[in-house]
């Protein structure tokens, strides 16, 4: 069984809920605390295993490949400066040459399309998909887990995590079927149930490993909602003729894609920081305080 070795991150989105923060930088790149959003995402793929990455961009988006380049001058200045320490932290966040692949999706097609741009870099091989709105936080690696799985049932997986009967009606949903090990064999997935329609609580949280087969359904997919192409028609489809398992998610997961999701990761970030948690759960009382 060929192992997963490269992830496709869609980066091409507009960051429109956040506005105006995303007017000129990706949102992307907007730093949750003390690194950019996609910078935790990256770190957690590479936990995984993962050596070669596709970024799929758009307009606007270059600050994103720079931001993974060599920035000549302020590692110059750093060294001339003797600060070291920051110096080497930059070099550690440097991708080995040819890690990083960026092509382009010129027009905003849907999550479907994105992941098509990728398909001759990926090849004929299984891949990850890891949204980058989502930070995934656990002692182990969403990702991690996901590809330990995968060594050992194969086919296709998809992160889910339980939400309240409430909220079933704002994400994909999936139907579950027996559990074995730790993950659940699914039936089908529908998109925004009403709540008395979903055959689970168990919504898709944003990170996956699909089989290269994906791709010529891909190519096919007619649009579905939001006259969009979307990943989950081609992956019902795709479930017909391969296997595919939900891996139960039980870290946090802070979604960066809305001002007040993204408030929360910065936060939450914070305070799980190892160097600067306690900080900054001072400066978060002391704020509170104040406002009562």
């Known amino acids: ?22 007017k000129v930088i990706p949102k992307e790149l907007l730093p949750v605390f003390d690194r950019p959003a996609l910078q935790y995402v990256i770190d957690e ?23 993974f380049d060599s920035a000549y001058e302020l590692e110059a200045g750093l060294e ?9 932290e930059l070099k550690d966040l440097l991708p080995e040459a040819g890690a990083f692949s960026f092509t382009r999706q010129q027009a ?22 890891l949204l980058p709105d989502m930070i995934m936080v656990n002692d182990r690696p969403c990702l991690a887990e ?8 194969g086919g296709n997986l998809v992160s889910v995590e339980e939400v309240p009967a409430e909220d079933v009606s704002k994400y994909g949903i999936i139907e579950p079927g027996e559990t074995r090990s730790g993950l659940i064999e699914m039936r089908g997935m529908v ?27 891909l190519a096919s997919q007619e649009p579905g909602a939001g006259g ?24 946090r997961t802070y979604d960066t894609g809305s001002k ?9 970030l914070a305070l799980e920081s190892g160097e600067f948690g306690a900080q900054s759960r001072e400066v978060v009382e002391a704020l509170l305080k104040a406002r009562r």
């Open 1 to 22: 069984m060929t192992r997963v070795r490269k992830a496709i991150i869609p980066v091409a989105g507009m960051g429109t809920r956040v506005l105006p923060a995303t």
């Open 45 to 67: 793929a590479r936990e995984a295993g993962i050596e070669h990455f596709v970024l799929v961009t758009g307009r606007n988006k270059g600050a994103i490949e720079d931001y």
């Open 80 to 88: 001339a400066k003797k600060k070291t320490a920051l110096l080497d």
């Open 108 to 129: 905003p097609l849907g999550l479907g399309h994105a992941i098509w741009c990728g398909r001759d870099i990926v090849g004929d091989e299984p891949f990850a998909v």
């Open 146 to 153: 996901m590809v330990e799985a995968y060594d050992k049932v």
């Open 191 to 217: 998109e925004k149930p009403a709540r008395e329609a979903a055959p689970s609580r168990y919504m898709i949280s944003g990170r996956y490993i699909l089989q290269p087969e994906i791709f010529q359904l």
């Open 228 to 251: 969009e192409i979307q990943l989950t028609d081609s992956m019902l489809k795709l479930m017909k003729t391969s296997p595919f398992h939900a891996f139960p998610f039980t870290g």
């Open 260 to 268: 007040l999701g993204y408030l929360e990761a910065f936060v939450g």
